[in-house]
């Protein structure tokens, strides 16, 4: 069997990992022309890091990543509502963490391209589509590629958000969902905040800031701090970014009114806004589900399968657990077809009611409801909302992702 990867991200790198990991050969098919660490912090829960370590990558990730050590949830004022522990301190047998998405994605090629060579990996290649039949089938790519086309067994279809394969699959799937929210997204070398391992999430429904460090700071005594701030609008008054739009680089002036509503007290927030000299605006965007993903020969993966908001820390994470879960299920089956089938068919309903639950605030919706019962904040918390309380909503969204401490420390398969 020999399998198209379509897209050179975490979620298609990851796929030519795992089927490497289980003798089935694969060539990937990316649209850029080079690799660049673009893009900011993301973080990679131990569900999906588990995946990563059964694939030898735990060492290079400690090299690039930080190890998250513990979870904040506070109000926009700084009220703290909840806290925990992360990864191996909150008792799992591997790590949560916080690292530049670039740097992920640099250190996944240079494992493909270690263990599969050079000629698995295929750049400056957008597929525009794909036509298949009883033998096989075949990805084509634009006008002006090396390769006009590449056949195969089966095709993966890994290319992300605007994807060109579900676009064929789905000619008629309406636009991407926005759900008001304006994110603007940077990171810059700092001191450490609180014990330089901490992940803070402030504020509720209109106004949200996430902080975290990602890498050790090319300086001695630095860290590479990400931070995102968020604005919701009335999306039903105000028309979404164009495509073009998407990446557009922010101005402090135009974001500074936003910076000066949060009142954490863990970092001098203006002042590290305002020490970023580049930072980016994007929607905040997802996909409905799908009804199904696997058309014969050809399945979707990762965003190009659902794409989430960017909330509970899930969307490289999901994409990784679809990378196992896909090769499994090639590995354990004679019949590409049928093994695309039932990856779908265990991966599709999983992640539409992650999608479900990130459009209710996933975990932090907890922070949601503080703020929607005490709106100018509150001297005794637990007689607002009570420790259960919140204990449920964190805990329900851990269980529904799959990825509380019984289903991610169990015995390797």
């Known amino acids: 069997m020999k399998v198209i990867v379509i897209g050179g991200g975490i979620g298609g790198l990851t796929t030519a990992l795992m089927l490497h990991a289980r003798g089935i050969p694969c060539e990937v098919f990316e649209a850029a022309v080079q690799v660049r660490e673009l893009g900011v912090g993301i ?11 059964g694939l030898g990558l735990l060492p290079e990730l400690d090299r690039v990543a ?5 979870l904040f949830y506070m109000t926009r004022a700084g009220q703290e509502i909840w806290r925990e522990p992360r990864g191996v301190d909150a008792g799992y047998d591997v790590p949560q963490f916080s690292i530049h998405r670039g740097y992920l994605q640099k250190l996944l090629l240079e494992a493909v391209l270690e263990r599969l060579g050079p000629q698995a990996v295929h750049m400056g290649q957008p597929c525009t589509g794909f036509s298949q039949d009883e033998g096989g089938v075949t990805a084509h790519f634009a006008p002006g590629a090396a390769l006009a086309q590449a056949r195969g067994d089966v095709l993966i279809a890994a290319d992300g958000i605007h994807s060109a394969v579900r676009r064929q699959m789905f000619p008629n799937e309406p636009g991407l969902k926005w759900n008001g929210v304006m994110m603007w997204r940077g990171a810059v070398e700092t001191d450490p905040f609180l014990d330089g391992r901490s992940m803070v999430v402030a504020g509720g429904f209109t106004y949200k800031l996430v902080l975290y460090p990602i890498a050790p700071g090319r300086t001695p005594g630095k ?4 931070w995102v701030v968020t604005h919701r609008v ?51 965007c997802d996909r409905d589900p799908l009804p199904w993903w696997t058309e014969g020969r050809v399945t979707l993966l990762g965003d190009a399968a659902h794409p989430m908001y960017p909330v509970g820390s899930n969307g490289a994470s999901q994409a990784i657990i679809d990378a196992r879960a896909l090769a499994d299920a ?20 999983a992640t539409a009611e992650i999608v479900r639950l990130n459009r209710q605030g996933g975990p932090e919706g907890v922070i949601d409801e503080v703020e929607r019962r005490a709106p ?38």
């Open 43 to 53: 973080n990679v829960l131990p569900h999906a890091i588990r995946e990563l370590a």
């Open 66 to 70: 930080i190890r998250t050590h513990e």
């Open 223 to 226: 860290v590479l701090t990400n």
């Open 234 to 284: 009335d999306p039903e008054t105000t028309a979404p970014p164009r495509r073009e739009d998407w990446n557009r680089r922010g101005t402090h002036d135009e974001l500074m009114p936003h910076v000066e509503k949060f009142g954490v007290a863990v970092i001098d927030l203006p002042a590290l806004v305002r020490a970023t000299p580049d930072f980016y605006e994007y929607p905040m």
């Open 330 to 349: 090639l590995a354990s089956s004679e019949h590409g077809r049928a093994a695309l089938a039932a990856y779908a068919a265990q991966r599709l309903p």
């Open 376 to 413: 100018e904040g509150c001297a005794d918390l637990d007689a607002v909302i009570s420790f259960e309380e919140r204990r449920a909503i964190v805990r329900g969204y851990a269980a529904a992702a799959g990825f509380t401490q019984d289903q991610v420390n169990r015995p390797s398969a």
